[in-house]
């Protein structure tokens, strides 16, 4: 497990490429909402994914929060999926942006919609400087309402050997949200990802 792990330099040069790849997906976003998006610098965290649903359960409560999963797939064994959690206070922000009904269905529509444009954009800018590509899945609904959502997460979790965790706050002209998003990496992929991280180390 330890051949897991990053290392200091390796981390630091994840972040940064995180902090563009969120850049990008801010101003996605912005486009997306047709207003002006800051996006503060994301924290990274590399976690244990058994660990994150009881960190996420203290964090949203149990029936506070809606999971959006979207598996992606890359070249040279990079892969896996991206989980976005919203608090659902934050839903019918967003909802009201972009002129959702309060309907179910709507509701669910709404979020694979914009969990979609965020995900894809961010992996697709990681992916860049990475030279890598990815393709994707279509977003699923991993939790809802009346569900446990740290028992669906406890479920999905349990297949990976790594999470990357990136604590996500945006703010608009005149709402705010927050969300996070996790990366779910199995060890192939990590290994994989290290290499990538010191091609472009060496390149400095």
């Given at each position: 497990?330890?051949?897991?792990?990053?290392?200091?330099?390796?981390?630091?040069?994840?972040?940064?490429?995180?902090?563009?790849?969120?850049?990008?997906?801010?101003?996605?976003?912005?486009?997306?909402?047709?207003?002006?998006?800051?996006?503060?610098?994301?924290?990274?965290?590399?976690?244990?994914?058994?660990?994150?649903?009881?960190?996420?359960?203290?964090?949203?409560?149990?029936?506070?929060?809606?999971?959006?999963?979207?598996?992606?797939?890359g070249d040279q064994g990079?892969?896996?999926?991206?989980?976005?959690?919203?608090?659902?206070?934050?839903?019918?922000?967003?909802?009201?942006?972009?002129?959702?009904?309060?309907?179910?269905?709507?509701?669910?529509?709404?979020?694979?919609?914009?969990?979609?444009?965020?995900?894809?954009?961010?992996?697709?800018?990681?992916?860049?400087?990475?030279?890598?590509?990815?393709?994707?899945?279509?977003?699923?609904?991993?939790?809802?309402?009346?569900?446990?959502?740290?028992?669906?997460?406890?479920?999905t979790a349990s297949h990976?050997?790594?999470?990357?965790?990136?604590?996500?706050r945006y703010q608009l002209?005149?709402?705010?949200?927050?969300?996070?998003?996790?990366?779910?990496?199995?060890?192939?992929?990590?290994?994989?990802?290290?290499?990538?991280?010191?091609?472009?180390?060496?390149?400095?």
């Amino acid at each position: 497990m330890t051949q897991l792990h990053f290392t200091e330099e390796q981390r630091d040069c994840l972040q940064e490429l995180v902090n563009v790849a969120m850049g990008q997906a801010s101003d996605k976003l912005a486009r997306y909402l047709d207003t002006l998006v800051h996006l503060q610098v994301p924290a990274i965290k590399l976690v244990d994914p058994q660990q994150l649903p009881q960190h996420f359960s203290q964090r949203y409560g149990e029936h506070s929060a809606t999971l959006v999963s979207l598996g992606f797939f890359g070249d040279q064994g990079l892969r896996g999926e991206a989980i976005m959690l919203y608090q659902l206070e934050n839903v019918g922000v967003i909802a009201q942006l972009l002129g959702y009904s309060d309907d179910d269905s709507s509701e669910a529509e709404m979020l694979t919609d914009i969990s979609s444009v965020l995900t894809t954009t961010f992996l697709n800018g990681l992916a860049e400087q990475l030279e890598n590509s990815f393709s994707y899945a279509a977003p699923r609904i991993l939790s809802s309402r009346d569900q446990h959502f740290s028992q669906k997460l406890t479920e999905t979790a349990s297949h990976w050997q790594l999470a990357l965790q990136v604590d996500i706050r945006y703010q608009l002209i005149d709402y705010s949200f927050n969300c996070d998003m996790m990366l779910l990496i199995p060890g192939e992929a990590v290994l994989q990802l290290r290499q990538m991280l010191d091609k472009i180390l060496a390149s400095f």
